[in-house]
């Protein structure tokens, strides 16, 4: 929950960065002190600035850090996939789930155009795994209130691949903020991208990060989770934790494995252990330097 007293950093660019404060924003730049140890100011950084304004002092301790896109203490991060062009991988927006989990994210799957497709096959692969969805209807406004509330008192950010309607959907929500739309390029089957740095707004009462870096859906760019840690980024798995035979088990191949019966049992979403598995796979295979 982001506190409405705290001064923070809403853009940085160029070596400047752009602070909300109660008097209005202000341009200021950071101490050499940061550089020093290797710390960036982010977008969504809570400050501490000089008396006269012309220096971010401190940078307050953050409840999390992406470096690409750069910005710091996101609260929610609104999940946008299209029930049709482009049609959804699930692998994909698993590997999303996973990284917001894993970096104390809430995660919310944000169904568009299912006014043409049904969102029905989505709906499905979420049924019983924890992860909200919301089914956009832009005629009927359907969906819009949810997001809003989810918005409110909290500091969040979309991804989305292309094409999605991500823009379409923050001029729903916000249209004062006129946000460009690209078309959809038939030839690609994606938009084109139309922002080009993190900059935070501040709408229907919370905290909006414009992230450029979400755009193209690689979750590998948000952050490496550890094959061990995997487990802990699927909600649905937590009830089964510790009935396994053996301890340790890594939910794949393993006699007496709890998850593997609730699969089988229909518990847990196939399309969802599918992703486990070949995210389990990945991280195995990578090197130790790339961890």
């Given at each position: ?20 404060t109660a008097q209005g924003i ?240 229909g518990k847990i979403s196939k ?21």
């Amino acid at each position: 929950m982001m506190s409405e007293s705290m001064d923070y950093i809403t853009k940085g660019i160029g070596g400047f960065y752009y602070v909300r404060t109660a008097q209005g924003i202000v341009e200021c730049k950071a101490r050499g002190i940061f550089r020093k140890r290797g710390i960036v100011p982010v977008a969504g950084d809570n400050v501490v600035l000089s008396a006269d304004k012309m220096t971010i002092d401190e940078i307050l301790p953050r409840k999390n850090v992406f470096i690409r896109p750069p910005v710091a203490n996101l609260d929610v991060l609104f999940i946008v996939a299209s029930t049709t062009q482009p049609v959804p991988s699930t692998l994909i927006l698993d590997e999303l789930i996973a990284a917001a989990v894993y970096k104390d994210v809430q995660p919310v799957l944000v169904v568009t155009k299912a006014d043409l497709v049904a969102a029905d096959r989505l709906a499905q692969a979420y049924e019983g795994s924890g992860i909200p969805l919301v089914a956009l209807h832009y005629e009927t406004g359907e969906g819009l209130d949810t997001i809003r509330h989810y918005i409110e008192g909290h500091l969040c950010a979309f991804c989305g691949n292309s094409g999605v309607g991500k823009s379409t959907l923050l001029n729903a929500l916000a249209p004062e903020l006129r946000r460009e739309t690209g078309q959809i390029s038939q030839k690609l089957g994606r938009g084109r991208h139309t922002t080009r740095e993190v900059e935070i707004f501040e709408v229907c009462g919370g905290r909006l990060a414009d992230t450029p870096g979400f755009a193209s859906l690689e979750a590998q760019k948000l952050c490496r989770i550890p094959k061990e840690e995997l487990q802990h980024t699927f909600p649905e798995f937590e009830p089964y934790f510790g009935q396994c035979r053996f301890t340790g088990c890594s939910h794949r191949s393993e006699t007496g494995c709890a998850i593997r019966n609730a699969v089988d049992e229909g518990k847990i979403s196939k399309t969802r252990y599918a992703s486990y598995l070949a995210m389990y796979e990945e991280a195995s295979a990578r090197k130790e330097w790339e961890r």
